[in-house]
Structure formats: structure tokens, C-alpha cells
């Protein structure tokens, strides 16, 4: 399988890694960047050869990767639309907000395309990343594209589209929401009492140890939190706090502007 990445920045770099140390021949991969730069890294690092024509980069590609900023992708998609339309191959869009209809207007209609919303943890291998496959992808297309996106992390597959937006607002935008909390929680340990270095690392590993037990033990977070909360306890009196001031309708209503926005933003972007 070959594959082309159409935009050699962050996500592009990450799943280049990612697929090399899953045992893919540096051979197999191409990039297309206009920046002489973002090629000359990824062949240094990684073996991988670029160039500066998208036309070039995917003429014999089995996959294409569009890794281009939103703002990027009509004219990006516009002008590939060409070499497209020759064999059959599977094209994968990783850019926030840009749907099928939109880009099918721009590449051509017809050609197998999935849509994928990877976040920012896929840029140290542990993202989770939501798929949805558009008309004629086939089984074993979507088998290659899990594969691909599987090397950056996790993947869960959607039946509609529309769902893109509120996964856009939970794990898109969801590391911030726990980088706030992280960020509040270490404030809160500082202001009564612990020097910042530490109340960051009890913060951070905090963080980083509830999230392996979410993810690792087969329980329900809910049983999680009953577990570490003791009757008439300290958790109990924190989270007692917590619900008074309606964290989860907080969290509710961001959710909701969240998927707003992304909603909003499809539009913008595929208004080009
Ligand atoms: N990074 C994340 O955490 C994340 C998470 C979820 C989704 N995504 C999506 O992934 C996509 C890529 O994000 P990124 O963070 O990798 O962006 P990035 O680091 O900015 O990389 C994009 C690269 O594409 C290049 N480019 C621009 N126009 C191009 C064109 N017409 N043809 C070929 N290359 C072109 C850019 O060059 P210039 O710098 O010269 O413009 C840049 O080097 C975005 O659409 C984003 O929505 C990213």
C-alpha cells in the first residue's frame, strides 16, 4: 500500500512515526509540502521522500492523506482533482470541518473518501481519532484507513456524519477542557498552601493516572469516582461542591457550543 500525504506539518509528521514503527518501508511514503523545509525534516528523520507538487506527490498512491489546514483544503483538493479522477484509490481528509459534499465538489465526485477527526495527543501516539466512510469506501478500504489512523492512537467509526461535529467538541477540543482542569486544580493546590512545582506534578499525574484507570480498568467512570469516595469522606466533600455548582451542566452547555462552532465552521469552510 502506498501512501501519499498531501501537507508534511504536525499530523503528517506523527503519522509518518507512527506507521514507520508499525513496520511501514519508508519507500512507501510520500509527502507534499510548499515548504522546502517540513520536506527536508521529514527526510532526515524519517527516510521519507518529498516533493513540492501534490499532483507528483500522489500520482502512485494507493492513499491519499489530505493533511492541509481547513482553510487550505479547496484549493489543495481543487488541485489534485485531475489526477484523481485516474485509477481508483482511497482519499482520507484529516482537516477539522471539511465534509464530503464539500470536498467531493472539489476533487470530483465519486472517488472513495473518509473523513477522520484525529486530536492533539495523536502528535505523541496516543489521539483518538473518529472515522466515517462516504459513499463506495469498501471493507477493505476502511481496514487500511483504521490502519493508517491506528498508528497515532485509537479509532471509532461513525454511521453519519453529522456526528463529526460533536466529536469535534468531546475529544477534538477535549484536551483543553483537561488541560484546564489540570491548570485549575494545580492554582487551587498553590493557593492553600503547596509550591507550584508540586502542586503541578500531583496535578499532572493525577490526571494521567485517573485517565489510565478510565482507560484501562473495564470499569465505568462512574463506579471509579463511587470507589475513591468514601461516605462523609474528603472526595465527598469536594465533589459535594462540584455538583452544587453543576459541573456536568457546565460541561453540557460547552459541549453544545462546541459542536455549534464546528457546525458554524463547516460552513465557512466549505463556502469556498
Ligand atoms: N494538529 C492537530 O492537533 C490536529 C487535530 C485534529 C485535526 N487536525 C487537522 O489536521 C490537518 C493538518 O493539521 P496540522 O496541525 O498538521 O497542520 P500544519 O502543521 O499547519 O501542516 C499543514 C501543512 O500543509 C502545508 N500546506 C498548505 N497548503 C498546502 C497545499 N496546497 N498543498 C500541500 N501542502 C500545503 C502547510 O504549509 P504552510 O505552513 O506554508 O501553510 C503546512 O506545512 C488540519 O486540517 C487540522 O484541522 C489537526
Known amino acids: ?87 481508483r484509490r482511497v482519499v482520507v481528509s484529516i482537516a477539522a470541518g471539511i465534509r464530503l459534499a464539500d470536498l467531493a465538489r472539489w ?25 466515517y466512510a462516504g459513499d463506495g469506501v469498501s471493507k477493505d478500504d476502511r481496514d487500511a484507513v483504521d490502519a493508517l489512523m491506528s498508528a497515532v492512537g485509537e479509532t471509532v467509526w461513525l454511521d453519519q456524519e453529522s456526528q463529526m461535529d460533536v466529536v469535534t467538541a468531546v475529544s477534538g477540543s477535549g484536551p483543553a477542557y483537561f488541560f484546564l482542569l489540570v491548570e485549575a486544580l494545580e492554582s487551587a493546590g498553590m493557593a492553600h498552601g503547596l509550591p507550584q512545582e508540586t502542586a503541578r506534578r500531583l496535578a499532572v499525574a493525577t490526571a494521567l493516572g485517573a485517565g489510565r484507570m478510565a482507560a484501562e480498568s473495564g470499569v465505568a467512570p462512574a463506579i471509579l469516582r463511587e470507589q475513591v469516595t468514601s461516605k462523609g469522606g474528603t472526595t465527598a466533600a469536594a465533589l459535594e461542591v462540584l455538583e452544587e455548582k453543576a459541573v456536568r451542566a457546565i460541561f453540557h452547555h460547552a459541549v453544545e457550543a462546541a459542536t455549534r462552532r464546528s457546525a458554524q465552521l463547516a460552513v465557512e469552510f466549505g463556502g469556498k
Open 107 to 131: 476533487i470530483g465526485e465519486g472517488i472513495p473518501t473518509v473523513r477522520a477527526m484525529p486530536n492533539r495527543p495523536a502528535l505523541i501516539g496516543a489521539g483518538i481519532t473518529a472515522l
Open 1 to 87: 500500500m502506498r501512501i501519499a500525504f498531501v501537507g508534511g506539518g504536525h499530523m503528517t509528521t506523527s503519522l509518518v512515526g507512527g506507521l514507520l514503527r508499525r513496520g511501514t518501508t519508508a519507500g512507501s511514503l510520500r509527502v507534499s509540502d510548499p515548504v522546502p523545509a517540513q520536506l527536508e525534516r521529514l527526510a532526515r528523520d524519517f527516510g521519507v521522500r518529498g516533493t513540492g507538487d501534490n499532483r507528483e506527490a500522489i500520482a502512485d498512491a494507493d492513499l491519499v492523506v489530505l493533511a492541509v489546514k481547513p482553510q487550505d483544503m479547496a484549493s489543495a483538493a481543487r488541485g489534485i482533482s485531475r489526477e484523481l479522477c485516474g485509477r
